[in-house]
Antibody
Framework: QVQLVESGGGWVKPGGSLRLSCAAS????????MSWIRQAPGKGLEWVSY???????????KYADSVKGRFTISRDNAKNSLFLQMNSLRAEDTAVYYC??????????????WGQGTLVTVSS | DIQMTQSPSSLSASVGDRVTITCRAS??????LNWYQQKPGKAPKLLIY???SLQSGVPSRFSGSGSGTDFTLTISSLQPDDFATYYC?????????FGQGTKVEFK
């Protein structure tokens, strides 16, 4: 069955960095878009970034304005893994970060499987 | 950015009730609208994609409709497992945006 397992969350001071990982199994990873979504404590969902099947072209990587220039999404198709490098972290980046699989249908994308999330806390 | 507005923000209902949640986009998103269910401490779960397609394994009491700017999620007969928060999300263009959520509570 499809499984997505995030890791790498934790506590970091403002200005610091963290690298999140998402290990995928149960499906052919190379055939799917992947995405990161976050949820601040007690708040709603916020899309962070997605990466297409191949990361060879920048046009297939998108970011929310709130993280552009600070976060970098990448994937290793050989290791069935998705990553999010987070630099220059701010208090407002505190959230549970979910990785999710993007499936294409009818011309659009939807997030059909989600990991359990990993908590990132940015505080001094 | 496309703004997604859900109404109501919360509702109280009883088992067996018909529940309707609406989602309005600030501009046309054609049918690129998805619905998710989230329970406390859990990851969101996909219910409906491209406005009206039922995700595999989701009970048929859930249905979606709409296109353009106005969309609806309907639960035909609310069950105890359905008390949760529901989010709409547009995938028409980036940045993908979510509605603020609708919390369905027990009356």
């Amino acid at each position: 069955q499809v499984q997505l397992v995030e890791s790498g969350g934790g506590w970091v001071k403002p200005g610091g960095s963290l690298r999140l990982s998402c290990a995928a199994s149960g499906f052919t990873f190379v055939n799917y878009y992947m995405s990161w979504i976050r949820q601040a404590p007690g708040k709603g969902l916020e899309w962070v970034s997605y990466i297409s099947i191949t990361s060879s072209s920048s046009s297939y990587i998108k970011y929310a304005d709130s993280v552009k220039g600070r976060f970098t999404i990448s994937r290793d198709n050989a290791k069935n893994s998705l990553f999010l490098q987070m630099n220059s972290l701010r208090a407002e980046d505190t959230a549970v970060y979910y990785c999710a699989r993007g499936r294409a249908a009818g011309g659009g994308l939807h997030l059909d499987y989600w990991g359990q999330g990993t908590l990132v806390t940015v505080s001094s | 950015d496309i703004q997604m507005t859900q109404s109501p923000s919360s509702l109280s209902a009883s088992v067996g009730d018909r529940v309707t949640i609406t989602c309005r986009a600030s501009q046309s998103i054609r049918s690129y609208l998805n619905w998710y269910q989230q329970k406390p401490g859990k990851a969101p779960k996909l219910l409906i994609y491209t406005a009206s397609s039922l995700q595999s394994g989701v009970p048929s009491r859930f249905s979606g409709s709409g296109s353009g700017t106005d969309f609806t999620l309907t639960i035909s007969s609310l069950q105890p497992d359905d008390f949760a928060t529901y989010y709409c999300q547009q995938s028409y263009t980036t940045p993908w945006t979510f509605g603020q959520g609708t919390k369905v509570e027990f009356k």
